[in-house]
């Protein structure tokens, strides 16, 4: 919340850190103004606009939100960014929308505000010593700079404006050290980035250090957020300045793009030297062992998202700008073609996995012909997961983990073989029929499965498991003359599997999705199955359930639920308006983006894709799946995501017969109907 609500009084770089330092004139030298601290030497002129500068910017945002909400409100709600951006006279523009403006420049005041304060107490504490110079064991460092404790600073600051690569070596000396940065270091620094040229940026010794900070699993985050916080980052790497305290207007991007990238770097390293604890499962280390271009990965960890600053599209501007890059950065051509590579295809793989079939080929067959290689792949999956780690607390969850995994490990079989004629679909199934009859014991029954598997489809034998094919063969058997048979059963995490089986009827899934909605349980994804015999089997994955202690009481009351609701429609309905109320995130009012509807026939042989993407709020799916059941379409596999309060809603659907809806016209009534669903859900 304090960054994507920021308090303007009291939150982080906040007023009240301004007042902080007005109370410690007033404590130390009578005196308030910021000129008195100046002659004291406690700040610097420079630091003396910046807070001057700030203050005015922040009174001015919080007399805003007083007028606008009526009320002492001093939190920078997301329902009044937007307003008090446009009382600030903030207006869209071709780099963003205006609200992302005010954010940006809201953060940089902040930004500034905490380092001079962080400065300011530093040098306050420094001159309250009775006897500074015994305090702290002194030693010269090559460059020359001081090691004063554990406090790194420059020797002689005036050698900075002759030779500016002492800048890039102080930070590099920093690191071999394991030292911090001494107040006087950020004033030395930020009083000499002019002196940095485009000869410093290609000086190869220059180059060399900033790759071993880069490289340094345990220093690099720590010396990078300094190098960006005085500024110099983006005077060495210009192209980074566009994204500087840049914002993405959503709870999904939680992060600053330019503390995004810094936090990829770090996530990378956390991979390489498995101290995450919940990427472990993943096996990642024998990925970075087998790695060629360690450096070209760190690399583009810490550039991917530069496009950002440049408008729409920022993966292949951000590829454009690598080249230049690349080049002052001393790659060779072909390092500098995988960097462009890295960066213009960085969502290639959580695209696929997240809106794609897996169990379809042509996803998998494309993501394979665009990367080409084995080590490219390698490089996009590492990347792809630092990635998201580092976006925020929404981007990652052991569903998505397990969906990426699956991905590379297909691609990477397809590359391997180096065979791209497509496997032989009824060779694979079976395969997973004999893996199936191999786990039944007596010789009747395996002649009765056989019989039964002979009549499923390829896709639902190529997308379960033999052990999930056994147990919903006994849930088919187990049905008899009942409504439904629910099976419930936890996977990873906090991630649970539902399988109901039940007789098939329209609009069967719309019914499950608005149960579950109604319990409060978050759908993940579905695969929906229909038998030859008429039986319906729906496997629904979810996450987060409202009462983890006690699982079974909740799958007790959706298990009458559906029962009901299978008996009569209107028990749905009364069922929907009376159990949710909305979220908290709806609550707050979100921002939202204009609905959107895209329909493909090139993404499968076999089934339309429809990608729905709208703001989230309650009962959205379930408005959805009911306008797919109104207008006699039949979801066959649903890929469902709420990143940060934005639905992406992804399903393979086709007509009452199982053809595709290959009819410009039906495609037209179909996005007019779904569009027209979400503009009345509220």
Same mark, same amino acid.
């Given at each position: 919340?304090?960054?994507?609500?920021?308090?303007?009084?009291?939150?982080?770089?906040?007023?009240?850190?301004?007042?902080?330092?007005?109370?410690?004139?007033? @404590?130390?030298?009578?005196?308030?103004?910021?000129?008195?601290?100046?002659?004291?030497?406690?700040?610097?002129?420079?630091?003396?606009?910046?807070?001057?500068?700030?203050?005015?910017?922040?009174? %001015?945002?919080?007399?805003? #939100?007083?007028?606008?909400?009526? =009320?002492?409100?001093?939190?920078?709600?997301?329902?009044?960014?937007?307003?008090?951006?446009? %009382?600030?006279?903030?207006?869209?523009?071709?780099?963003? !929308?205006?609200?992302?403006?005010?954010?940006?420049?809201?953060?940089?005041?902040? /930004?500034?505000?905490?380092?001079?304060?962080?400065?300011?107490?530093?040098?306050?504490?420094?001159?309250?010593?009775?006897?500074?110079?015994?305090?702290?064991?002194?030693?010269?460092?090559?460059?020359?700079?001081?090691?004063?404790?554990?406090?790194?600073?420059?020797?002689?600051?005036?050698?900075?404006?002759?030779?500016?690569?002492?800048?890039?070596?102080?930070?590099?000396?920093?690191?071999?050290?394991?030292?911090?940065?001494?107040?006087?270091?950020?004033?030395?620094?930020?009083?000499?980035? +002019?002196?940095?040229?485009?000869?410093? %940026?290609?000086?190869? *010794?220059?180059?060399?250090?900033?790759?071993?900070?880069?490289?340094?699993?345990?220093?690099?985050?720590?010396?990078?957020?300094?190098?960006?916080?005085?500024?110099?980052?983006?005077?060495?790497?210009?192209?980074?300045?566009?994204?500087?305290? =840049?914002?993405?207007?959503?709870?999904?991007?939680?992060?600053?793009?330019?503390?995004?990238?810094?936090?990829?770097?770090?996530?990378?390293?956390?991979?390489?030297?498995?101290?995450?604890?919940?990427?472990?499962?993943?096996?990642?280390?024998?990925?970075?062992?087998?790695?060629? &271009?360690?450096?070209?990965?760190?690399?583009?960890?810490?550039?991917?998202?530069?496009?950002?600053?440049?408008?729409?599209?920022?993966?292949?501007?951000?590829? /454009?700008?690598?080249?230049?890059?690349?080049?002052? #950065?001393?790659?060779?051509?072909?390092?500098?073609?995988?960097?462009?590579?890295?960066?213009?295809?960085?969502?290639?793989?959580? +695209?696929?996995?997240?809106?794609?079939?897996?169990?379809?080929?042509?996803?998998?067959?494309?993501?394979?012909?665009?990367?080409?290689?084995?080590?490219?792949?390698?490089?996009?999956?590492?990347?792809?997961?630092?990635?998201?780690?580092?976006?925020?607390?929404?981007?990652?969850?052991?569903?998505?983990? !397990?969906?990426?995994? *699956?991905?590379?490990?297909?691609?990477?079989?397809?590359?391997?073989?180096?065979?791209?004629?497509?496997?032989?679909?009824?060779?694979?199934?079976?395969?997973?029929?004999?893996?199936?009859?191999?786990?039944?014991?007596?010789?009747?029954?395996? *002649?009765?499965?056989?019989?039964?598997?002979?009549?499923?489809?390829?896709?639902?034998?190529?997308?379960?498991?033999?052990?999930?094919?056994?147990?919903?063969?006994?849930?088919?058997?187990?049905?008899?003359?009942?409504?439904?048979?629910? +099976?419930? =059963?936890?996977?990873?995490?906090?991630?649970?599997?539902? @399988?109901?089986?039940?007789?098939?009827?329209?609009?069967?899934?719309?019914?499950?999705?608005?149960?579950?909605?109604?319990?409060?349980? &978050?759908?993940?994804? /579905? +695969?929906?199955?229909?038998?030859?015999?008429?039986?319906?089997?729906?496997?629904?994955?979810?996450?987060?359930?409202?009462?983890?202690?006690?699982?079974?009481?909740?799958?007790?009351?959706?298990?009458?639920?559906?029962?009901?609701?299978?008996?009569? %429609?209107?028990?749905?309905?009364?069922?929907?308006?009376?159990?949710?109320?909305?979220?908290?995130?709806?609550?707050?009012?979100?921002?939202?983006?204009?609905? =959107?509807?895209?329909?493909?026939?090139?993404? $499968?042989?076999?089934?339309?894709?429809?990608?729905?993407?709208?703001?989230?709020?309650?009962?959205?799916?379930?408005?959805?799946?009911?306008?797919?059941?109104?207008?006699?379409? !039949?979801?066959?596999?649903?890929?469902?995501?709420?990143?940060?309060?934005?639905?992406?809603?992804?399903?393979?659907?086709?007509?009452? $017969?199982?053809?595709?809806?290959?009819?410009?016209?039906?495609? *037209?009534?179909?996005?007019?109907?779904?569009?027209?669903?979400?503009?009345?859900?509220?």
């Amino acid at each position: 919340s304090y960054l994507l609500e920021p308090h303007v009084k009291e939150g982080v770089g906040g007023l009240r850190d301004i007042h902080l330092i007005r109370w410690a004139g007033i @404590t130390y030298l009578h005196d308030a103004s910021l000129d008195s601290l100046i002659q004291s030497e406690w700040i610097t002129p420079a630091e003396k606009l910046w807070l001057e500068q700030a203050y005015d910017f922040l009174w %001015r945002v919080r007399l805003q #939100l007083h007028q606008l909400t009526g =009320r002492r409100q001093d939190q920078l709600l997301f329902s009044e960014q937007d307003q008090v951006a446009a %009382r600030l006279g903030f207006l869209d523009g071709q780099q963003g !929308s205006a609200v992302e403006a005010f954010m940006r420049l809201y953060y940089r005041h902040t /930004a500034r505000i905490r380092r001079t304060t962080s400065f300011f107490l530093e040098r306050l504490q420094e001159g309250q010593r009775m006897f500074p110079k015994l305090r702290f064991r002194r030693r010269i460092l090559p460059g020359p700079f001081l090691l004063e404790g554990t406090h790194i600073h420059f020797l002689e600051p005036e050698w900075v404006r002759k030779d500016p690569r002492l800048l890039m070596r102080f930070f590099w000396q920093a690191a071999q050290s394991n030292a911090h940065f001494h107040h006087q270091a950020g004033h030395v620094i930020r009083e000499n980035l +002019d002196a940095v040229d485009d000869v410093t %940026r290609k000086d190869p *010794e220059v180059v060399q250090q900033f790759m071993a900070i880069l490289l340094d699993p345990q220093h690099a985050f720590d010396v990078l957020k300094v190098m960006l916080e005085t500024r110099f980052l983006e005077v060495f790497l210009p192209e980074l300045a566009a994204v500087r305290y =840049r914002v993405q207007h959503d709870v999904y991007h939680l992060y600053t793009v330019d503390e995004h990238l810094l936090r990829t770097v770090r996530v990378l390293h956390q991979m390489e030297q498995q101290t995450d604890e919940q990427l472990l499962p993943l096996g990642l280390s024998d990925v970075f062992a087998q790695l060629e &271009n360690r450096r070209v990965l760190y690399i583009a960890a810490l550039l991917h998202d530069v496009g950002k600053g440049q408008g729409k599209g920022h993966a292949v501007r951000g590829a /454009a700008l690598a080249r230049g890059m690349g080049e002052r #950065l001393g790659l060779t051509p072909d390092e500098t073609y995988l960097l462009c590579f890295l960066i213009e295809f960085h969502l290639l793989l959580a +695209d696929t996995a997240l809106k794609r079939d897996l169990m379809d080929e042509k996803p998998v067959f494309r993501c394979a012909i665009e990367i080409g290689d084995r080590e490219r792949l390698r490089l996009l999956y590492l990347l792809t997961i630092a990635d998201s780690k580092a976006t925020g607390f929404g981007a990652w969850n052991t569903w998505k983990a !397990s969906l990426l995994r *699956e991905l590379f490990f297909k691609v990477d079989r397809l590359l391997l073989r180096g065979d791209w004629q497509r496997e032989d679909v009824r060779e694979r199934s079976e395969e997973a029929q004999n893996q199936v009859l191999n786990l039944v014991g007596p010789a009747s029954e395996r *002649e009765t499965i056989a019989l039964w598997l002979d009549t499923l489809s390829f896709r639902y034998l190529l997308s379960q498991g033999p052990e999930a094919i056994l147990r919903h063969h006994r849930m088919e058997k187990d049905l008899g003359g009942r409504p439904l048979v629910l +099976d419930t =059963r936890q996977t990873e995490g906090d991630m649970w599997q539902i @399988t109901v089986a039940t007789r098939d009827r329209p609009g069967l899934f719309a019914i499950i999705t608005g149960v579950l909605w109604a319990r409060g349980l &978050n759908i993940l994804a /579905a +695969d929906i199955f229909t038998r030859q015999s008429g039986v319906a089997l729906d496997v629904i994955i979810v996450e987060r359930l409202p009462d983890p202690l006690h699982p079974g009481e909740l799958w007790g009351k959706v298990e009458t639920d559906l029962i009901e609701a299978l008996k009569d %429609r209107t028990y749905l309905d009364e069922l929907l308006s009376s159990k949710r109320k909305p979220s908290l995130l709806q609550q707050k009012c979100l921002p939202r983006k204009e609905d =959107r509807v895209l329909i493909t026939e090139e993404a $499968s042989d076999f089934y339309t894709v429809i990608e729905v993407y709208t703001w989230d709020r309650p009962g959205v799916l379930h408005a959805i799946t009911n306008t797919f059941f109104e207008l006699d379409v !039949s979801i066959q596999l649903a890929k469902i995501s709420t990143p940060g309060a934005q639905v992406a809603d992804v399903f393979y659907v086709t007509d009452l $017969s199982g053809n595709k809806l290959d009819d410009q016209m039906l495609h *037209e009534k179909l996005r007019q109907g779904l569009l027209g669903c979400l503009s009345v859900v509220c």
